[in-house]
T-cell receptor, first 109, second 115 residues
């Protein structure tokens, strides 16, 4: 099946831990995106990548890091520097329009 | 930088009545405009897009949207709402300038269709 796969669906992080969210696509898209969704705030752009080995900060990049070593993969690391990481994280890829994965819900415990 | 405003937090409509969800945008160049729908704990599903051409675009599930350049608006419409249309709706914009893949979303509108 073609599409975008995010894993895991649910993730729990202890205070001070780094965690990595996976995003894989087989749609042959150059552009990939990470968004954070909080209730009442819509989608806020964390990072985006227009091509392999290149990425740009979005509006809320502090406390996050990404890599784009392969066209298919755009993992997001939530570092201990992110003070309020509990949120729903959405990955997307696209040409003209973006296609979304099913999301990862991260909770700090 | 591009941005989107969705002025209403929630839209309530009776089943069978027309549904309108409002969106205005701001870009430096010409816009690509999109509407997405989200059901609880799921990703966003693409509904429709405006790139160029006819100002009225038709999309999935009977939805349509009208591009109005003078008012910088791209309102989503459906002639007759269904209970199953209850969901969160997002408008998004991309600046058409070459090399700009940044996609900006509004905060979303919760649509509640009342049986």
């Amino acid at each position: 099946d073609g599409g975008i796969t995010q894993s895991p669906k649910y993730l729990f992080r202890k205070e001070g831990q780094n965690v990595t969210l996976s995003c894989e696509q087989n749609l042959n898209h150059d552009a990939m995106y990470w968004y954070r969704q909080d209730p009442g705030q819509g989608l806020r752009l964390i990072y985006y990548s227009q091509i392999v080995n290149d990425f740009q900060k979005g509006d809320i990049a502090e406390g996050y890091s990404v890599s784009r070593e392969k066209k298919e993969s755009f993992p997001l690391t939530v570092t201990s520097a992110q003070k309020n990481p509990t949120a729903f994280y959405l990955c997307a890829s696209g040409g003209t329009e973006a296609f979304f994965g099913q999301g990862t819900r991260l909770t700090v415990v | 930088a591009q941005s989107v405003a969705q002025p209403e937090d929630q839209v309530n409509v009776a089943e069978g009545n027309p549904l309108t969800v409002k969106c205005t945008y701001s870009v430096s160049g010409n816009p690509y405009l999109f509407w997405y729908v989200q059901y609880p704990n799921r990703g966003l599903q693409f509904l429709l897009k405006y790139i160029t051409g006819d100002n009225l675009v038709k999309g999935s599930y009977g939805f349509e949207a009208e591009f109005n350049k003078s008012q910088t608006s791209f309102h989503l419409k459906k002639p007759s709402a269904l209970v199953s249309d209850s969901a969160l709706y997002f408008c998004a914009v991309r600046d058409m300038r070459a090399g700009n893949n940044r996609l900006a979303f509004g905060k979303g509108n919760q649509v509640v269709v009342i049986p």
